[in-house]
């Protein structure tokens, strides 16, 4: 019997995906929502009871105490499969990153001449963690060195992962005393894919300590090298304005979105797009010129240091397709899908995809090489122009909401401390007295099995209001966009009193964006400031924080949640349990990671439960802490918002509220 299909309304609370989906609906074209509806997930897979890593199996565990065609038991067999996952994410990202430096070191040698070091002070900041000499040396020297030291981080001979010595202390001691800190990034990598080949590594606890530490390889390896290279190469983010959602397409303007997560050919296509000659074309064909917008990853590149608008998160790229209005998606790594090009079959749209390492069949390939990239980017602008004429009907939703993104750690810090003090000092205080109750990290993906965007929503509108102060990477921080939660006012609508009141103080938005999936990393950063800042502990575990990603569906989520976990955060995943039919693995990632690391990883599809073991998490860090407990009502008594409350009061009210009863 076919599985029933979702309305539009069951499938996503975005109301411009809603619309779109109402179109998909209406003319039978396919989506991930409409394959999820109609591709049941493999129960026994989904649980990680399966194992098929070599040809003795599939051996399909499906009751305890069942064990492979080897003898595998199903805590080695789930292990095994979590291992894997946290390999290839953790290849994922920090693949990225290798890529940065070696066009960080081509720029520095002069074969890059449209890239250059957009930000020395980060450069200089990274020349000191990676023992570069740094001196009075020319930029362009340091560069080269620094971007050596970068790729020698992924394959040194000796030592450990130099960005270790950014955590607090007493966090290094935990992965000293345990074993796990990373050597190099790919070592940890191929260390995890040999320990879970058949007949190797068959202890599941065993297994799980290296997928901690190869995970670790990622957060304070390749993805905080990835970070630190994409602000050096193309500038440390600070707050700009911007728009969210498939309303940002234009009718009458040749429409680029780029999709994916690499700034490296999208920097140069944006600057393609804004060149007279491009412009000139674009209006040669019809258009009055050129918009640019993003998707996913490479979207919150782009919006962070351009402010290019956001067309949409994870699970839009399809529906910005349906709109007709794209004329092309250019994409590079990681998170396209391939039914992108089946569906643009169906409509003018060019999917053109840029890197040597994915490629689509049926789309069309422009190989991106940094030595010409802006002679490439000008060739994919001109690809994008030339089908216009070809546009049908258009269907472009009306929504977009305003969004302030821009909130590097270097940012946060000034925008709390000011320029010659700049300090998360202003921060730690306001969660001592409990203006701000805690922080929640909330990142990741969207996930067609369930409700398009409505887990971000239920979770981040919870927090606001429990005056939790929410930062954001990934596809979540778009959902938030979208949601208008981005924007300082919103603090005035939808946080709390004390939270209010922060907002307010520094005029920043209750939601902070970070930026991209290896933009996690500055998660880490701020976190390891705000142990080291003092009186919230002296460790990433001791303070009042949780991170969470609700709607994850990549195997990258769960090389972050690991590093997380691993660095001492509580962790909540939304969705279900890779490892769900396993109660080993299950107790060896809660209650046995939390013995060794002081963090957890923890599943639940229940939205309020997310946000109850949040909170009760928050709440016990801050008991734990000797801080006050958290009480609204000590709040909102001060800010604009409450002059503006005033202001507004008939004249005796405002006479009664200002002196009490002793003006009468
Ligand atoms: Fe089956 Fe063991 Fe081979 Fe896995 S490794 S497929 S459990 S025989
Ligand atoms: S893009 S990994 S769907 S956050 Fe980074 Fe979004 Fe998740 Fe991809």
């Known amino acids: ?52 890593i070599c040809a003795m199996g599939p051996c399909r565990l499906v009751k305890k105490g069942q064990t ?26 920090s693949d990225h990153g290798r890529d940065l430096a070696y066009t960080l070191l081509a720029a520095a040698e002069g074969h890059a001449p449209d890239y250059q070091v957009r930000d020395p002070a980060k450069l200089r900041e990274m020349a000191r963690y990676l023992d570069v000499e740094v001196d009075e040396r020319p930029v362009d020297e340091l560069a080269r060195d620094v971007a050596l030291a970068a790729i020698g981080e992924f394959g040194k001979a000796q030592g450990e992962i130099l960005y270790l010595k950014r955590a607090p202390k007493k966090r290094q001691e935990i992965w000293k005393k345990l074993g796990i800190e990373p050597r190099n990034i790919d070592r940890e990598i191929v260390e995890m894919m040999h320990r879970t080949h058949i007949g190797n590594d068959q202890d599941a606890e065993h297994i799980l300590d290296h997928a901690m530490r190869c995970a670790l390889g990622d957060g304070w390896g390749g993805s905080m090298l990835a970070t630190d290279l994409s602000d050096v190469l193309f500038g440390t983010p600070g707050p700009v304005l911007s728009e969210a959602n498939l309303g940002v397409l234009q009718a009458d303007e040749v429409n680029i979105i780029i999709h994916g997560h690499e700034p490296t050919l999208s920097e140069m296509i944006i600057a393609a797009a804004t060149d007279p000659e491009m412009i000139e074309y674009a209006k040669s064909k019809g258009a009055k010129g050129i918009t640019m917008s993003g998707i996913c990853c490479t979207a919150n590149e782009a919006l962070m240091r ?38 643009a079959d169906q409509f003018h749209t060019e999917i053109i995809t840029t ?38 009907d258009t269907h472009i939703p009306d929504e977009t909401a305003e969004l302030i993104p821009g909130f590097s750690h270097e940012y946060i810090n000034y925008a709390l401390g000011g320029t010659y003090r700049g300090s998360l000092r202003p921060l730690n205080d306001a969660i001592m007295s409990g203006r701000i109750r805690g922080v929640v990290a909330n990142i990741g993906c969207n996930n067609p099995r369930v409700r398009h965007d409505e887990m971000h929503r239920y979770v981040v509108t919870e927090f606001l209001k429990n005056d939790v102060l929410v930062v954001e990477t990934g596809c ?39 930026g991209s999936c290896v933009d996690n990393s500055r998660i880490l950063t701020v976190l390891a400031q705000m142990a080291t800042e003092g009186g919230l502990g002296d460790d990433i575990s001791d303070i009042p924080a949780v991170g969470m990603a609700p709607e994850w569906m990549s195997e990258k989520a769960i090389s972050i949640a690991t590093y997380c976990v691993a660095s001492g955060a509580y962790v909540i995943m939304g969705h279900s349990s890779p490892v769900s039919g396993i109660e080993g693995v299950t107790q060896l990632i809660t209650d046995r990671w939390e013995e060794k690391v002081g963090g957890r990883l923890e599943f639940t599809n229940e939205p309020e439960e997310v946000v109850r073991r949040s909170l009760a998490h928050i709440d016990k860090k801050r008991a734990a802490l000797g801080l006050p407990e958290y009480d609204p009502d000590k709040w909102g008594k001060s800010g604009d918002w409450r002059i503006q409350e005033f202001i507004e009061l008939p004249f005796a009210e405002k006479i009664e509220a200002a002196y009490g009863n002793s003006a009468k």
């Open 476 to 514: 979540g921080a778009i959902a938030s966009a979208k949601q208008g939660y981005l924007t300082p006012e919103a603090a005035l609508e939808f946080a709390g009193p004390g939270l209010r009141e922060v907002c307010e103080t520094v005029g920043m938005p209750p939601v902070l964006h970070l």
């Open 306 to 343: 351009q402010g290019v608008p956001l067309a949409g998160n994870f699970l839009q790229q399809e529906l910005a397709i349906i709109t007709g209005a794209v004329d092309a998606m250019v994409v590079d790594i990681q998170c396209i899908m391939q039914g992108i090009v089946k569906l």
């Open 355 to 392: 890197s040597r390492k994915a490629k689509i069949t049926g789309a069309t390939h422009i190989e991106f090489d940094e030595h010409r990239a802006l002679e490439i980017a000008k060739d994919i602008v001109r690809l994008a122009c030339d089908r216009f004429p070809e546009r049908g």
């Open 1 to 52: 019997m076919a599985k029933k299909l979702r309305t539009p309304e069951e499938a996503s609370c975005d109301p411009a995906s809603i619309t779109l989906l109402e179109l998909a609906s209406e003319n039978d074209y396919e989506t991930a929502f409409s394959r999820a509806d109609s591709t049941a997930a493999c129960p026994i897979g989904a649980d990680g009871m399966c194992c098929k």
């Open 68 to 93: 492979g065609v080897c003898g595998a038991t199903l805590e080695t067999v789930g292990a095994r499969n979590f291992g894997r996952m946290v390999a290839a994410g953790a290849a994922g990202h």
